[in-house]
């Protein structure tokens, strides 16, 4: 901040041009217009200090701004692969249930026995029931091997 910052910021904060004992100058009217001019002054000050501050870092500044980027890519990337990994194994895990589910059902059809002494089948219709159930256990887990 130099002498003409300081002088347009007196004006700014309605400071009066004065011609006093010691010289021309600008003199204070009120609190208030010499509060406003503190911060006006402050103000100003402060963002040539946040500029040089900015200007004299810019270097580290972009540093560390490429170290984060590098650090977002690697963590989109790792996500990416957890999610990959957790798909697959999602996938195994349901075509293992799937597999389990399909031996089960066979090995119920494979169970089914008919009595006779219900009255309801004999000789070769049983034997043709029986066949039946063994020909459903096999097509239930043929279609484990499409």
Known sequence: ??????????????????????????????VSD?????QAAYAAGAVAERERIKTSNAPEIESINDYIRQLEAAVVAATEEANRRAN??????????????????????????PHEDHGVLSGDVLHGHTLGCDDCAAAIRARGQA
């Open 1 to 30: 901040m130099n002498r003409e910052d300081i002088i347009r910021m007196a004006r700014e904060a309605g400071l009066a041009w004065v011609d006093g004992l010691n010289g021309a100058g600008y003199g204070i009217n009120t």
């Open 34 to 38: 010499l509060e406003r001019f503190f």
């Open 88 to 113: 697959a194994s999602w996938s195994l895990m349901c075509e293992k249930m799937v597999a389990a589910e399909r031996k089960a059902c066979a090995k119920v059809c494979e169970g089914v026995v």
